[in-house]
């Protein structure tokens, strides 16, 4: 089945698109750097280095804090460690989400959620929030051997579910999202409320922005 539109399915980002994960990466990444005696850092901060997997964040957190590059293996460990710790707990599902959720699947398209969040937090994640059933296949950064914006996520995720790339709309919030999606060839959409690196999401190559993802029925 395919929308109006003759899209076939959509891939979907999880942190700054669905939900709003800033607080669940603040008290993990300063539960690890107090434990290597470092200065914790403010949100504002932290909210510029997500978006390229949980590798990045932490070794960029690890040097804005001040600490030798030699100390990320122990940074890498208690992050993980903090994270199963309080995964959700400081995080919200945006507004609006649900009811762009259910509009996707209303118009027939297949849903996948693809994130640089690992795949056992994303699910997790998605599971405590209600938002798993919208989607068949769940895949993380380490799912692959590459991360967005390298398009290989976009492709495996096209090939679960069984759509063209060009058929299958992404939807994200960040430069990493709108680059992965053109490399694979499929059309994207952002939304203007996540993380972009710190960088304003309109100026971003993109196919539309969206306010709130309730809005997405415009497009379908």
């Not at 919030?173 to 972009?196: F, H, I, K, M, Q």
Request: with cysteine.
């Amino acid at each position: 089945m395919t929308s109006r539109t003759g899209w076939q399915a959509a891939i979907v980002d999880l942190d700054g698109t669905l939900i709003d994960t800033l607080g669940d990466f603040t008290v993990a990444l300063n539960g690890a750097l107090a434990e290597l005696e470092l200065p914790a850092l403010p949100a504002a901060a932290v909210e510029r280095l997500v978006g390229k997997g949980s590798e990045h964040l932490v070794r960029s957190a690890l040097r804005e804090a001040g600490g030798e590059p030699a100390l990320y293996e122990a940074a890498w460990s208690a992050y993980q460690r903090h994270y199963a710790r309080i995964n959700g707990r400081h995080a919200a599902v945006y507004a609006g989400v649900r009811q762009g959720l259910q509009q996707l699947r209303d118009a027939g398209l297949r849903l996948a959620c693809v994130t640089n969040k690992p795949t056992g937090f994303a699910r997790e994640l998605l599971r405590q929030k209600e938002l798993l059933a919208f989607f068949g296949p769940v895949f993380g950064g380490d799912a692959f051997e590459r991360k967005k914006p390298d398009p290989l996520p976009l492709l495996e995720a096209c090939r679960a579910l069984g759509s063209a790339p060009a058929r299958t709309l992404v939807i994200g919030d960040s430069s990493n999202d709108a680059a992965a999606a053109r490399a694979a060839g499929c059309p994207v959409l952002l939304v203007g409320y996540g993380y972009n690196h710190g960088q304003p999401v309109r100026a971003v190559d993109a196919d539309g922005f969206l306010d709130s993802l309730a809005e997405i029925g415009a497009w379908l």
